[in-house]
């Protein structure tokens, strides 16, 4: 990502908007505080957000009301975009992790795992849920309704 900047999103008279956060001497950013026409200003009711641009369109991600991990994670998301360009220009892929993973989903790769540690294929007729439940912690969601 070229460009990866921190604003703080607050409520004003009128209305939500953005501003950029003001960095103190001693190169940590201030918390609510924020520069409205060259000047500082305290706005301590909202939060930091992320602005970057994703295909020509400007996005902003909500990073909590935490200085240190909003700054954080803007620089690790610029050094994703940096690392994702440098791939781009070697001809090479950067792989992404998952963000999120659902139950169905890792239901599905956990079958598909254990029935090739025993040699079946899914077309293979089976019932899972009994295998798949008796593996699981108890309390956990019936593993039924993804079979």
């Given at each position: 990502m070229d460009s990866v900047n921190l604003v703080w999103r607050t409520r004003t008279d009128a209305g939500w908007k953005y501003f950029p956060v003001v960095v103190g001497r001693n190169g940590r950013?201030?918390?609510?505080?924020?520069?409205v026409d060259g000047q500082e200003v305290s706005y301590p009711d909202g939060h930091f957000e992320i602005r970057y641009y994703e295909d020509r369109r400007t996005k902003y991600k909500n990073v909590g009301t935490d200085a240190t991990k909003a700054v954080n994670e803007r620089d690790r998301m610029h050094y994703l975009g940096e690392a994702r360009t440098a791939a781009s220009s070697a001809g090479v892929a950067v792989i992404e992790p998952e963000l999120r993973k659902t139950i169905k989903v890792e239901a599905a790769r956990f079958v598909k795992a254990e029935l090739a540690d025993v040699g079946l294929s899914i077309s293979t007729p089976f019932s899972c849920s009994d295998y798949f439940a008796g593996?699981?912690?108890?309390?956990?969601?019936?593993?039924?309704?993804?079979?």
């Open positions: 950013i201030k918390k609510g505080a924020v520069k593996t699981v912690q108890p309390g956990f969601t019936p593993a039924a309704a993804f079979c």
